[in-house]
């Protein structure tokens, strides 16, 4: 790897798929809050919504992935629709 062309920050990451608790480490900037222990090894996790594991395109699946209760919140406001 060329030297002086990353961040300082570039460093080994744990990501976690929220929706199935899918989890896997890869190099990253991104900012992060809490960590979590891995083999002994204490990595600073970033959590997701969404990953390859959850995604229907990959899983062939459709599912409906609603975190933030917007899909309720939308049919609370707007009702159901007959047609």
Known sequence: MKQ?????????????????DHLFITRSC???KET????????PLY?????NT??????????LVDTAGRVDK???RYGERKK
């Open 4 to 20: 002086g062309i990353h961040p300082e920050t570039y460093r080994l990451v744990a990501f976690k798929d929220m929706s199935n």
């Open 47 to 51: 959590k997701l919504e969404i990953s």
């Open 30 to 32: 991104v900012n992060t």
């Open 74 to 76: 939308f049919r609370s």
């Open 54 to 63: 959850s995604h229907p395109f990959y899983t062939g699946k459709m599912k």
């Open 36 to 43: 979590i222990t891995v083999d002994g090894t204490e990595y």
